[in-house]
C-alpha cells in the first residue's frame, strides 16, 4: 500500500504476489504526485480474481505518475489506474504478458503519454482487452504500442477520448493483431473508438485473422482524421465498420482495406 506519497522512485525490483484470490502488488491510495517505476517485474498468478500488478481507484489525484520499462506477467489486470481528471501519466516500454482481462486499463487522465508498450496473451477470455482506455482529454498520445491476441477478443478499446481543438489527441504507429484461423468462432476487433473527438488516427496496422469481427471499428466519433492506416481482414470479417456521417470525418485518406472475403 502506497498511501499520500509523494516523489517516491520505485527501480530495479522484482516483486510478487501470492494470493490467488486478492493480489495487488501495488496498491495506491490517497493523492500521489511524482511516483515512479521503472524496470520493475510484477509476477502474479493465473487468476480470474482481483489480481493486479499495479491497483489505483477512487476519488484521488495522481498527477506525474510514470510506468516505464517494467514487465507484467499473468494476474486479471497488469494495471488498472483512474487518474480522476489527473495530468502527467506516462506508460511506456512496458511488457504485459498474458493477462486475463486487461494488459493495461487506463481512464479520467489529461494528455497522457501510452507509447511502446507491448501486450501478449495466451488466454481465451472473450472480453480481454490489451489496452483500455477512457476519458482521455486535450493533446493525448497513444503511439508505437503492439498488440498480438491470438485467441482473445480486443486490441485496442477506446471510449470518449477527445482531443482539443488546438491540441488534437494522437494514435500513431501502432500494430494490433487479434485471433487466428484456430479461433475463427470468437469476435475479434482490433482497434474500437467510440465516441471520441479531436483525434488523429495515422500510420496504424490493425490485422484482424479470424472470420469474425472487424480490424477497426469507428463509432460515434467526432471531428477526427484516419490517414494512411492498414486495415485488414486476412481470415474474413470486415476491415472496417464505421457508423459515422461524412460530416463527423475531418478526413479519411490513403488508408489501406483488405478483406479477404471468406
Not at 510514470?66 to 497488469?78: Q, Y
Not at 473508438?193 to 490485422?207: C, E, L, P
Request: hydrophobic content about 35%; proline content about 2%; glycine content about 10%.
Amino acid at each position: 500500500l502506497v498511501n499520500d506519497a509523494d516523489f517516491v522512485h520505485f527501480r530495479n525490483m522484482t516483486l510478487q504476489g501470492l494470493n490467488t484470490t486478492y493480489a495487488y502488488i501495488v496498491h495506491l491510495s490517497g493523492n500521489t504526485d511524482g511516483l515512479s517505476f521503472e524496470n520493475c517485474r510484477f509476477t502474479l498468478p493465473v487468476s480470474n480474481g482481483g489480481i493486479y500488478g499495479i491497483y489505483a481507484v477512487g476519488s484521488a489525484s495522481r498527477n506525474d505518475l510514470k510506468i516505464i520499462s517494467s514487465l507484467f506477467e499473468n494476474g486479471n489486470f497488469g494495471i488498472d489506474i483512474r487518474g480522476n481528471n489527473s495530468s502527467g501519466l506516462l506508460v511506456e516500454g512496458n511488457h504485459f504478458l498474458n493477462q486475463r482481462s486487461y494488459g493495461a486499463y487506463l481512464f479520467h487522465w489529461l494528455a497522457p503519454q501510452v507509447n511502446d508498450n507491448r501486450f501478449q496473451t495466451n488466454n481465451s477470455n472473450a472480453s480481454y482487452r490489451a489496452l483500455y482506455c477512457g476519458e482521455f482529454h486535450n493533446d493525448f498520445e497513444i503511439s508505437g504500442n503492439r498488440a498480438h491476441a491470438p485467441i482473445g477478443s480486443y486490441g485496442f478499446y477506446f471510449d470518449y477520448l477527445d482531443g482539443g481543438v488546438a491540441a488534437r489527441g494522437l494514435i500513431a504507429n501502432n500494430f494490433v493483431t487479434v485471433g487466428d484461423s484456430s479461433a475463427s468462432n470468437s469476435n475479434f476487433v482490433g482497434m474500437r473508438y467510440f465516441g471520441g473527438s479531436y483525434t488523429d488516427i495515422f500510420y496504424n496496422s490493425f490485422n484482424h485473422a479470424s472470420n469474425v469481427g472487424e480490424a477497426v471499428q469507428l463509432f460515434s466519433n467526432t471531428t477526427i482524421d484516419v490517414k494512411n492506416n492498414i486495415m485488414a481482414a486476412t481470415n474474413g470479417g470486415y476491415a472496417l465498420e464505421c457508423n459515422m456521417s461524412p460530416a463527423n470525418v475531418d478526413a479519411m485518406d490513403y488508408n489501406d482495406f483488405y478483406s479477404s472475403g471468406a
